[in-house]
């Protein structure tokens, strides 16, 4: 059944009719896509056939509530770049470890107090 924002399943038995509700709200359960819904009635329900009303049907009437995929994809991509860069910049240390190239501690402090003045 088309709402507005989605799409609802009413399971109609005899005179009774319901809706199948959200698990934690109890409240009427809504699919974004109707394909989702009509996979949830097939193989969820074991319906192989009903009917769909679209009359009251309205995709755009309530916002998504998820965060825009682009900027997930960017926060991804980020942290991906980083990681190489981190892995690379761990690989820089564990090599020249192996050829024995270490800072002693007086060098390390004095590049820190150089950092510090300027």
């Not at 507005?4 to 038995?13: D, E, F, H, I, S």
Request: proline share 4%; net charge positive.
């Amino acid at each position: 059944m088309g709402r507005p924002g989605g799409w609802a399943v009413l399971v109609r038995y005899g005179a009774e009719e319901r809706a199948i509700g959200a698990q934690r709200s109890r409240k009427m359960r809504l699919w974004r896509n109707v394909d989702t819904a009509i996979r949830f009635v097939r193989d969820e329900l074991g319906m192989p056939r009903f009917e769909i009303d679209t009359r009251d049907h309205e995709p755009d009437a309530v916002p998504r509530k998820r965060p825009d995929q682009s900027e997930r994809q960017r926060r991804t991509h980020a942290a991906a770049a980083y990681d190489v860069w981190f892995r690379n910049q761990a690989q820089i240390g564990v090599d020249a470890a192996d050829r024995g190239d270490f800072a002693s501690a007086d060098q390390i402090r004095q590049s820190f107090s150089r950092m510090s003045d300027e």
